[in-house]
Structure formats: structure tokens, C-alpha cells
């Protein structure tokens, strides 16, 4: 029987590369299993066909259109970035008639979660502004007040710098001060300067939206000029990426740049046995490759396989739709059931928070 093909464009190159290679590995890991086991789906294998993007709007709206138009693609899958994502979805509007949707991107913004998007997109993990409130109401218990925002200048930049902003108004405060960096700059840059623009300001704790190369150049920056207070960064750094690089740059200074991080999450700590998908994905990941984003693509696969399952073995895309849609209820694997339905297109809304301990993430307890 043929091979359900899924589209997946996302980073595969540059100094973001680490996001995509874990994500699908992820996920791919998952599908290899479910066909070496099970002999895919229905007797169908699951494979993934991968472009690179870059993580650049450009490239992903080419690669969308041709997976779109080839009529190979069966669903879109584990796209990587909020400026990537965003500029294919007029896409799916303008091809709506073919059914296809995306399924499990990797960003947490608003418009594919709104109208007139939202029907196309099926939103797993939860959004930016449940990530931003979460860290917002965790700084605020801990008696901080004077936060200021790292922020990438573009369209996931502003989407986390809005969900902040939002955050702190329910306690009657806005950031101190926004900084930004251009995306895909590269964990050489020197961030002094916004450390020092932050710093004057008088902040006493910072939320990033960034990726891990540039958030990493940033505490860098701060603790090598002992500027110790608490930093935070959304899921969609990959923290195991970020510190990685923190630990190779504090073996080159001779001091130690991972203390006092905070991060949000999406799904738990891949080293939490007690959840059964954690305790699957750890007994099939290779060694060293269990991350949280990794740990992402291999819940977003879970999800995908089981709606497969329920649309038959002859699926059709509307009934793979109405299939992702029946998973109301269904809990992967994480305590914590999806509410996607016919009228809901997002499935989780839980948000988990780590910090640093001894060089690695530990589980911190939200607010």
C-alpha cells in the first residue's frame, strides 16, 4: 500500500539548524517504530518528506506550495517558527478546497490559532502567551516587578513581547524595556549592548523570546559582566541547546554561566519517567538524544499516529480532520487530556517551567 507522506518544512541549516534536526528526529524516531513494529498504519508506513527552509519566509512558502501542489503530501507537519509558519497560511486558505491543514507547528503565536486560519492548523503545544503568563505570574510571586524583554525582531519577537506586556497588565505593570536582535544571528554576536541597555533600565529580571544561539550570546554577556538576575526564555529556545552552549562557553571563561535560568515549557522534562510517553520516547531515543524538543516531535508523532489510526484504512484528509478532532479526551501519555474538537483546533494548554541546578534543567514549579 502506499506511504502516508508527510510535508515538513522547517530548519535544517544555519544557526537555528539544532531546532529542526530535534524536532523531526523526534518525530521520526516515533514513525520508525510504529512501521518497524506495527507495519505503519493500517498497513501504510508514515514517512516524513523534509525541506529546508532556513527559517526563513521565503523558502517556507516555496516549500509549502510544492508540497501543496504535488498532491503527495498528505498533511503538513513540525513546521519550526512563527515567521516561517505565518506566511504559509494564506496558503492553506487559498487551497482550502484540497483540505490539507498543518498539523503540530512548533510556535506558539496568535494567528494561526485565530480566524480565519485556525481551521487549518492544529495547534498541540500551548501558546506563547500561556508560556509568557506563566513566567510573568512566577517572577511576580518571587517579588519582582521591574522585568524587561529580550526580544527577536520579528513577527515571534513581538508575539512573545505582546504576551508579556499582557501578562504583567493584570498586575497593573508593563516591561521596564524591550531590546531585540535580527533572527538567525549566531551565538558569536556580542549582546552587550542590549544587556546594557536592560541593565540601565534598572530590570531585575528578564523573559527572552529568542533561540538558543542568540539567548545563550545574551546570558553570556550578562554574567560576564556579573549581571546575575534571573532569565527567562520561552519553550521555543530548545533549552538543552542553549545550554550546551552556555557550558561551552563557561569552560572557555572559566566560570559558570548557567546559573539563574529559568525556562517555560511545553511538555515535561524528558527526564520524568512518571509520565508513560516520557518513559516510551526515553526507551527508544538514542543516547544524548532526548531533549525537550526532541521529546515535542515524538508527542506531536504519537498524536498524528493515533488520528491516522481512527481515519481508517483508506483516509481521506476531511476524515483525517474529523480524526484529529475526535481526540477530545484522549490523554497521550502526559496526564493531561487534548481538547481539540470540531470547533477547537488547539489540543494542550499546560505550560511546565524548568531552571537551572547544577548545570542542568530540573523541574520548577509554576506559580
Known amino acids: 500500500m502506499p506511504a502516508i507522506v508527510v510535508g515538513v518544512s522547517n530548519v535544517q541549516s544555519g544557526p537555528s ?6 524536532l523531526v528526529l523526534g518525530s521520526q524516531t516515533y514513525f520508525d517504530l510504529i512501521n518497524r513494529r506495527d507495519g505503519g498504519i493500517h498497513g501504510r508506513r508514515i514517512s516524513i518528506l523534509l525541506k529546508d527552509d532556513k527559517y526563513e519566509p521565503d523558502p517556507a512558502v516555496k516549500n509549502t506550495n510544492e508540497f501543496i501542489e504535488s498532491g503527495e503530501v498528505f498533511f503538513l507537519f513540525d513546521y519550526v517558527g512563527t515567521p516561517t509558519l505565518t506566511r504559509t497560511l494564506p496558503l492553506l486558505q487559498y487551497y482550502q478546497s484540497d483540505s490539507i491543514v498543518n498539523v503540530a507547528p512548533l510556535t506558539g503565536a496568535d494567528p494561526q490559532r485565530l ?3 485556525s481551521q487549518f492548523v492544529f495547534n498541540v503545544r500551548a501558546s506563547y502567551r500561556e508560556e509568557t503568563r506563566a513566567l510573568v505570574r512566577y517572577f511576580y510571586a518571587k517579588g519582582y516587578r521591574k522585568l524587561g524583554i529580550l526580544a527577536q525582531a520579528d513577527a515571534y519577537g513581538k508575539s512573545g513581547e505582546l504576551g508579556v506586556n499582557d501578562a504583567l497588565a493584570a498586575f497593573g505593570l508593563s516591561a521596564l524595556r524591550t531590546v531585540t536582535y535580527r533572527r538567525n544571528q549566531p551565538f558569536e554576536d556580542d ?3 542590549q544587556v546594557k541597555l536592560l541593565r540601565d533600565a534598572g530590570v531585575d529580571a528578564v523573559i527572552a523570546v529568542g533561540v538558543y544561539g542568540p539567548s ?7 554574567r560576564m559582566t556579573d549581571w546575575n538576575v534571573p ?6 529556545v530548545d533549552a538543552v541547546a542553549m545550554l550546551a552552549k552556555l557550558h561551552e562557553a563557561s569552560r572557555k571563561a572559566g566560570k559558570d554561566l548557567t546559573l539563574n535560568l529559568i ?8 527526564d520524568d519517567l512518571s509520565y508513560p510517553l516520557v518513559a516510551e520516547y526515553r526507551a527508544h531515543a538514542a543516547a544524548g538524544d532526548a531533549t525537550f524538543i526532541g521529546l515535542e516531535g515524538w508527542l506531536n508523532a504519537v498524536i498524528v499516529t493515533e488520528a491516522l489510526r481512527r481515519a481508517g484504512p483508506d483516509p481521506s484528509r476531511i476524515g483525517f480532520i474529523h480524526a484529529m478532532e475526535s481526540l477530545h479526551g484522549w490523554d497521550p501519555g502526559i496526564g493531561t487530556a487534548l481538547e481539540f474538537s470540531p470547533t477547537n483546533h488547539q489540543g494542550l494548554h499546560r505550560v511546565w517551567l524548568t531552571r537551572t541546578a547544577n548545570g542542568r534543567w530540573i523541574p520548577e514549579e509554576p506559580q
Do not use: C, K, T, W
Not at 216 to 222: L, N
Not at 231 to 236: H, R
Open 17 to 22: 539548524s539544532d531546532l529542526g534536526h530535534e
Open 115 to 117: 480566524p480565519p486560519y
Open 191 to 193: 549582546m552587550s549592548l
Open 216 to 222: 545563550a550570546a545574551f546570558i553570556r554577556d550578562a
Open 231 to 236: 532569565i527567562a526564555n520561552l519553550s521555543f
Open 263 to 270: 525556562n517555560g515549557q511545553v511538555v515535561p522534562s524528558p
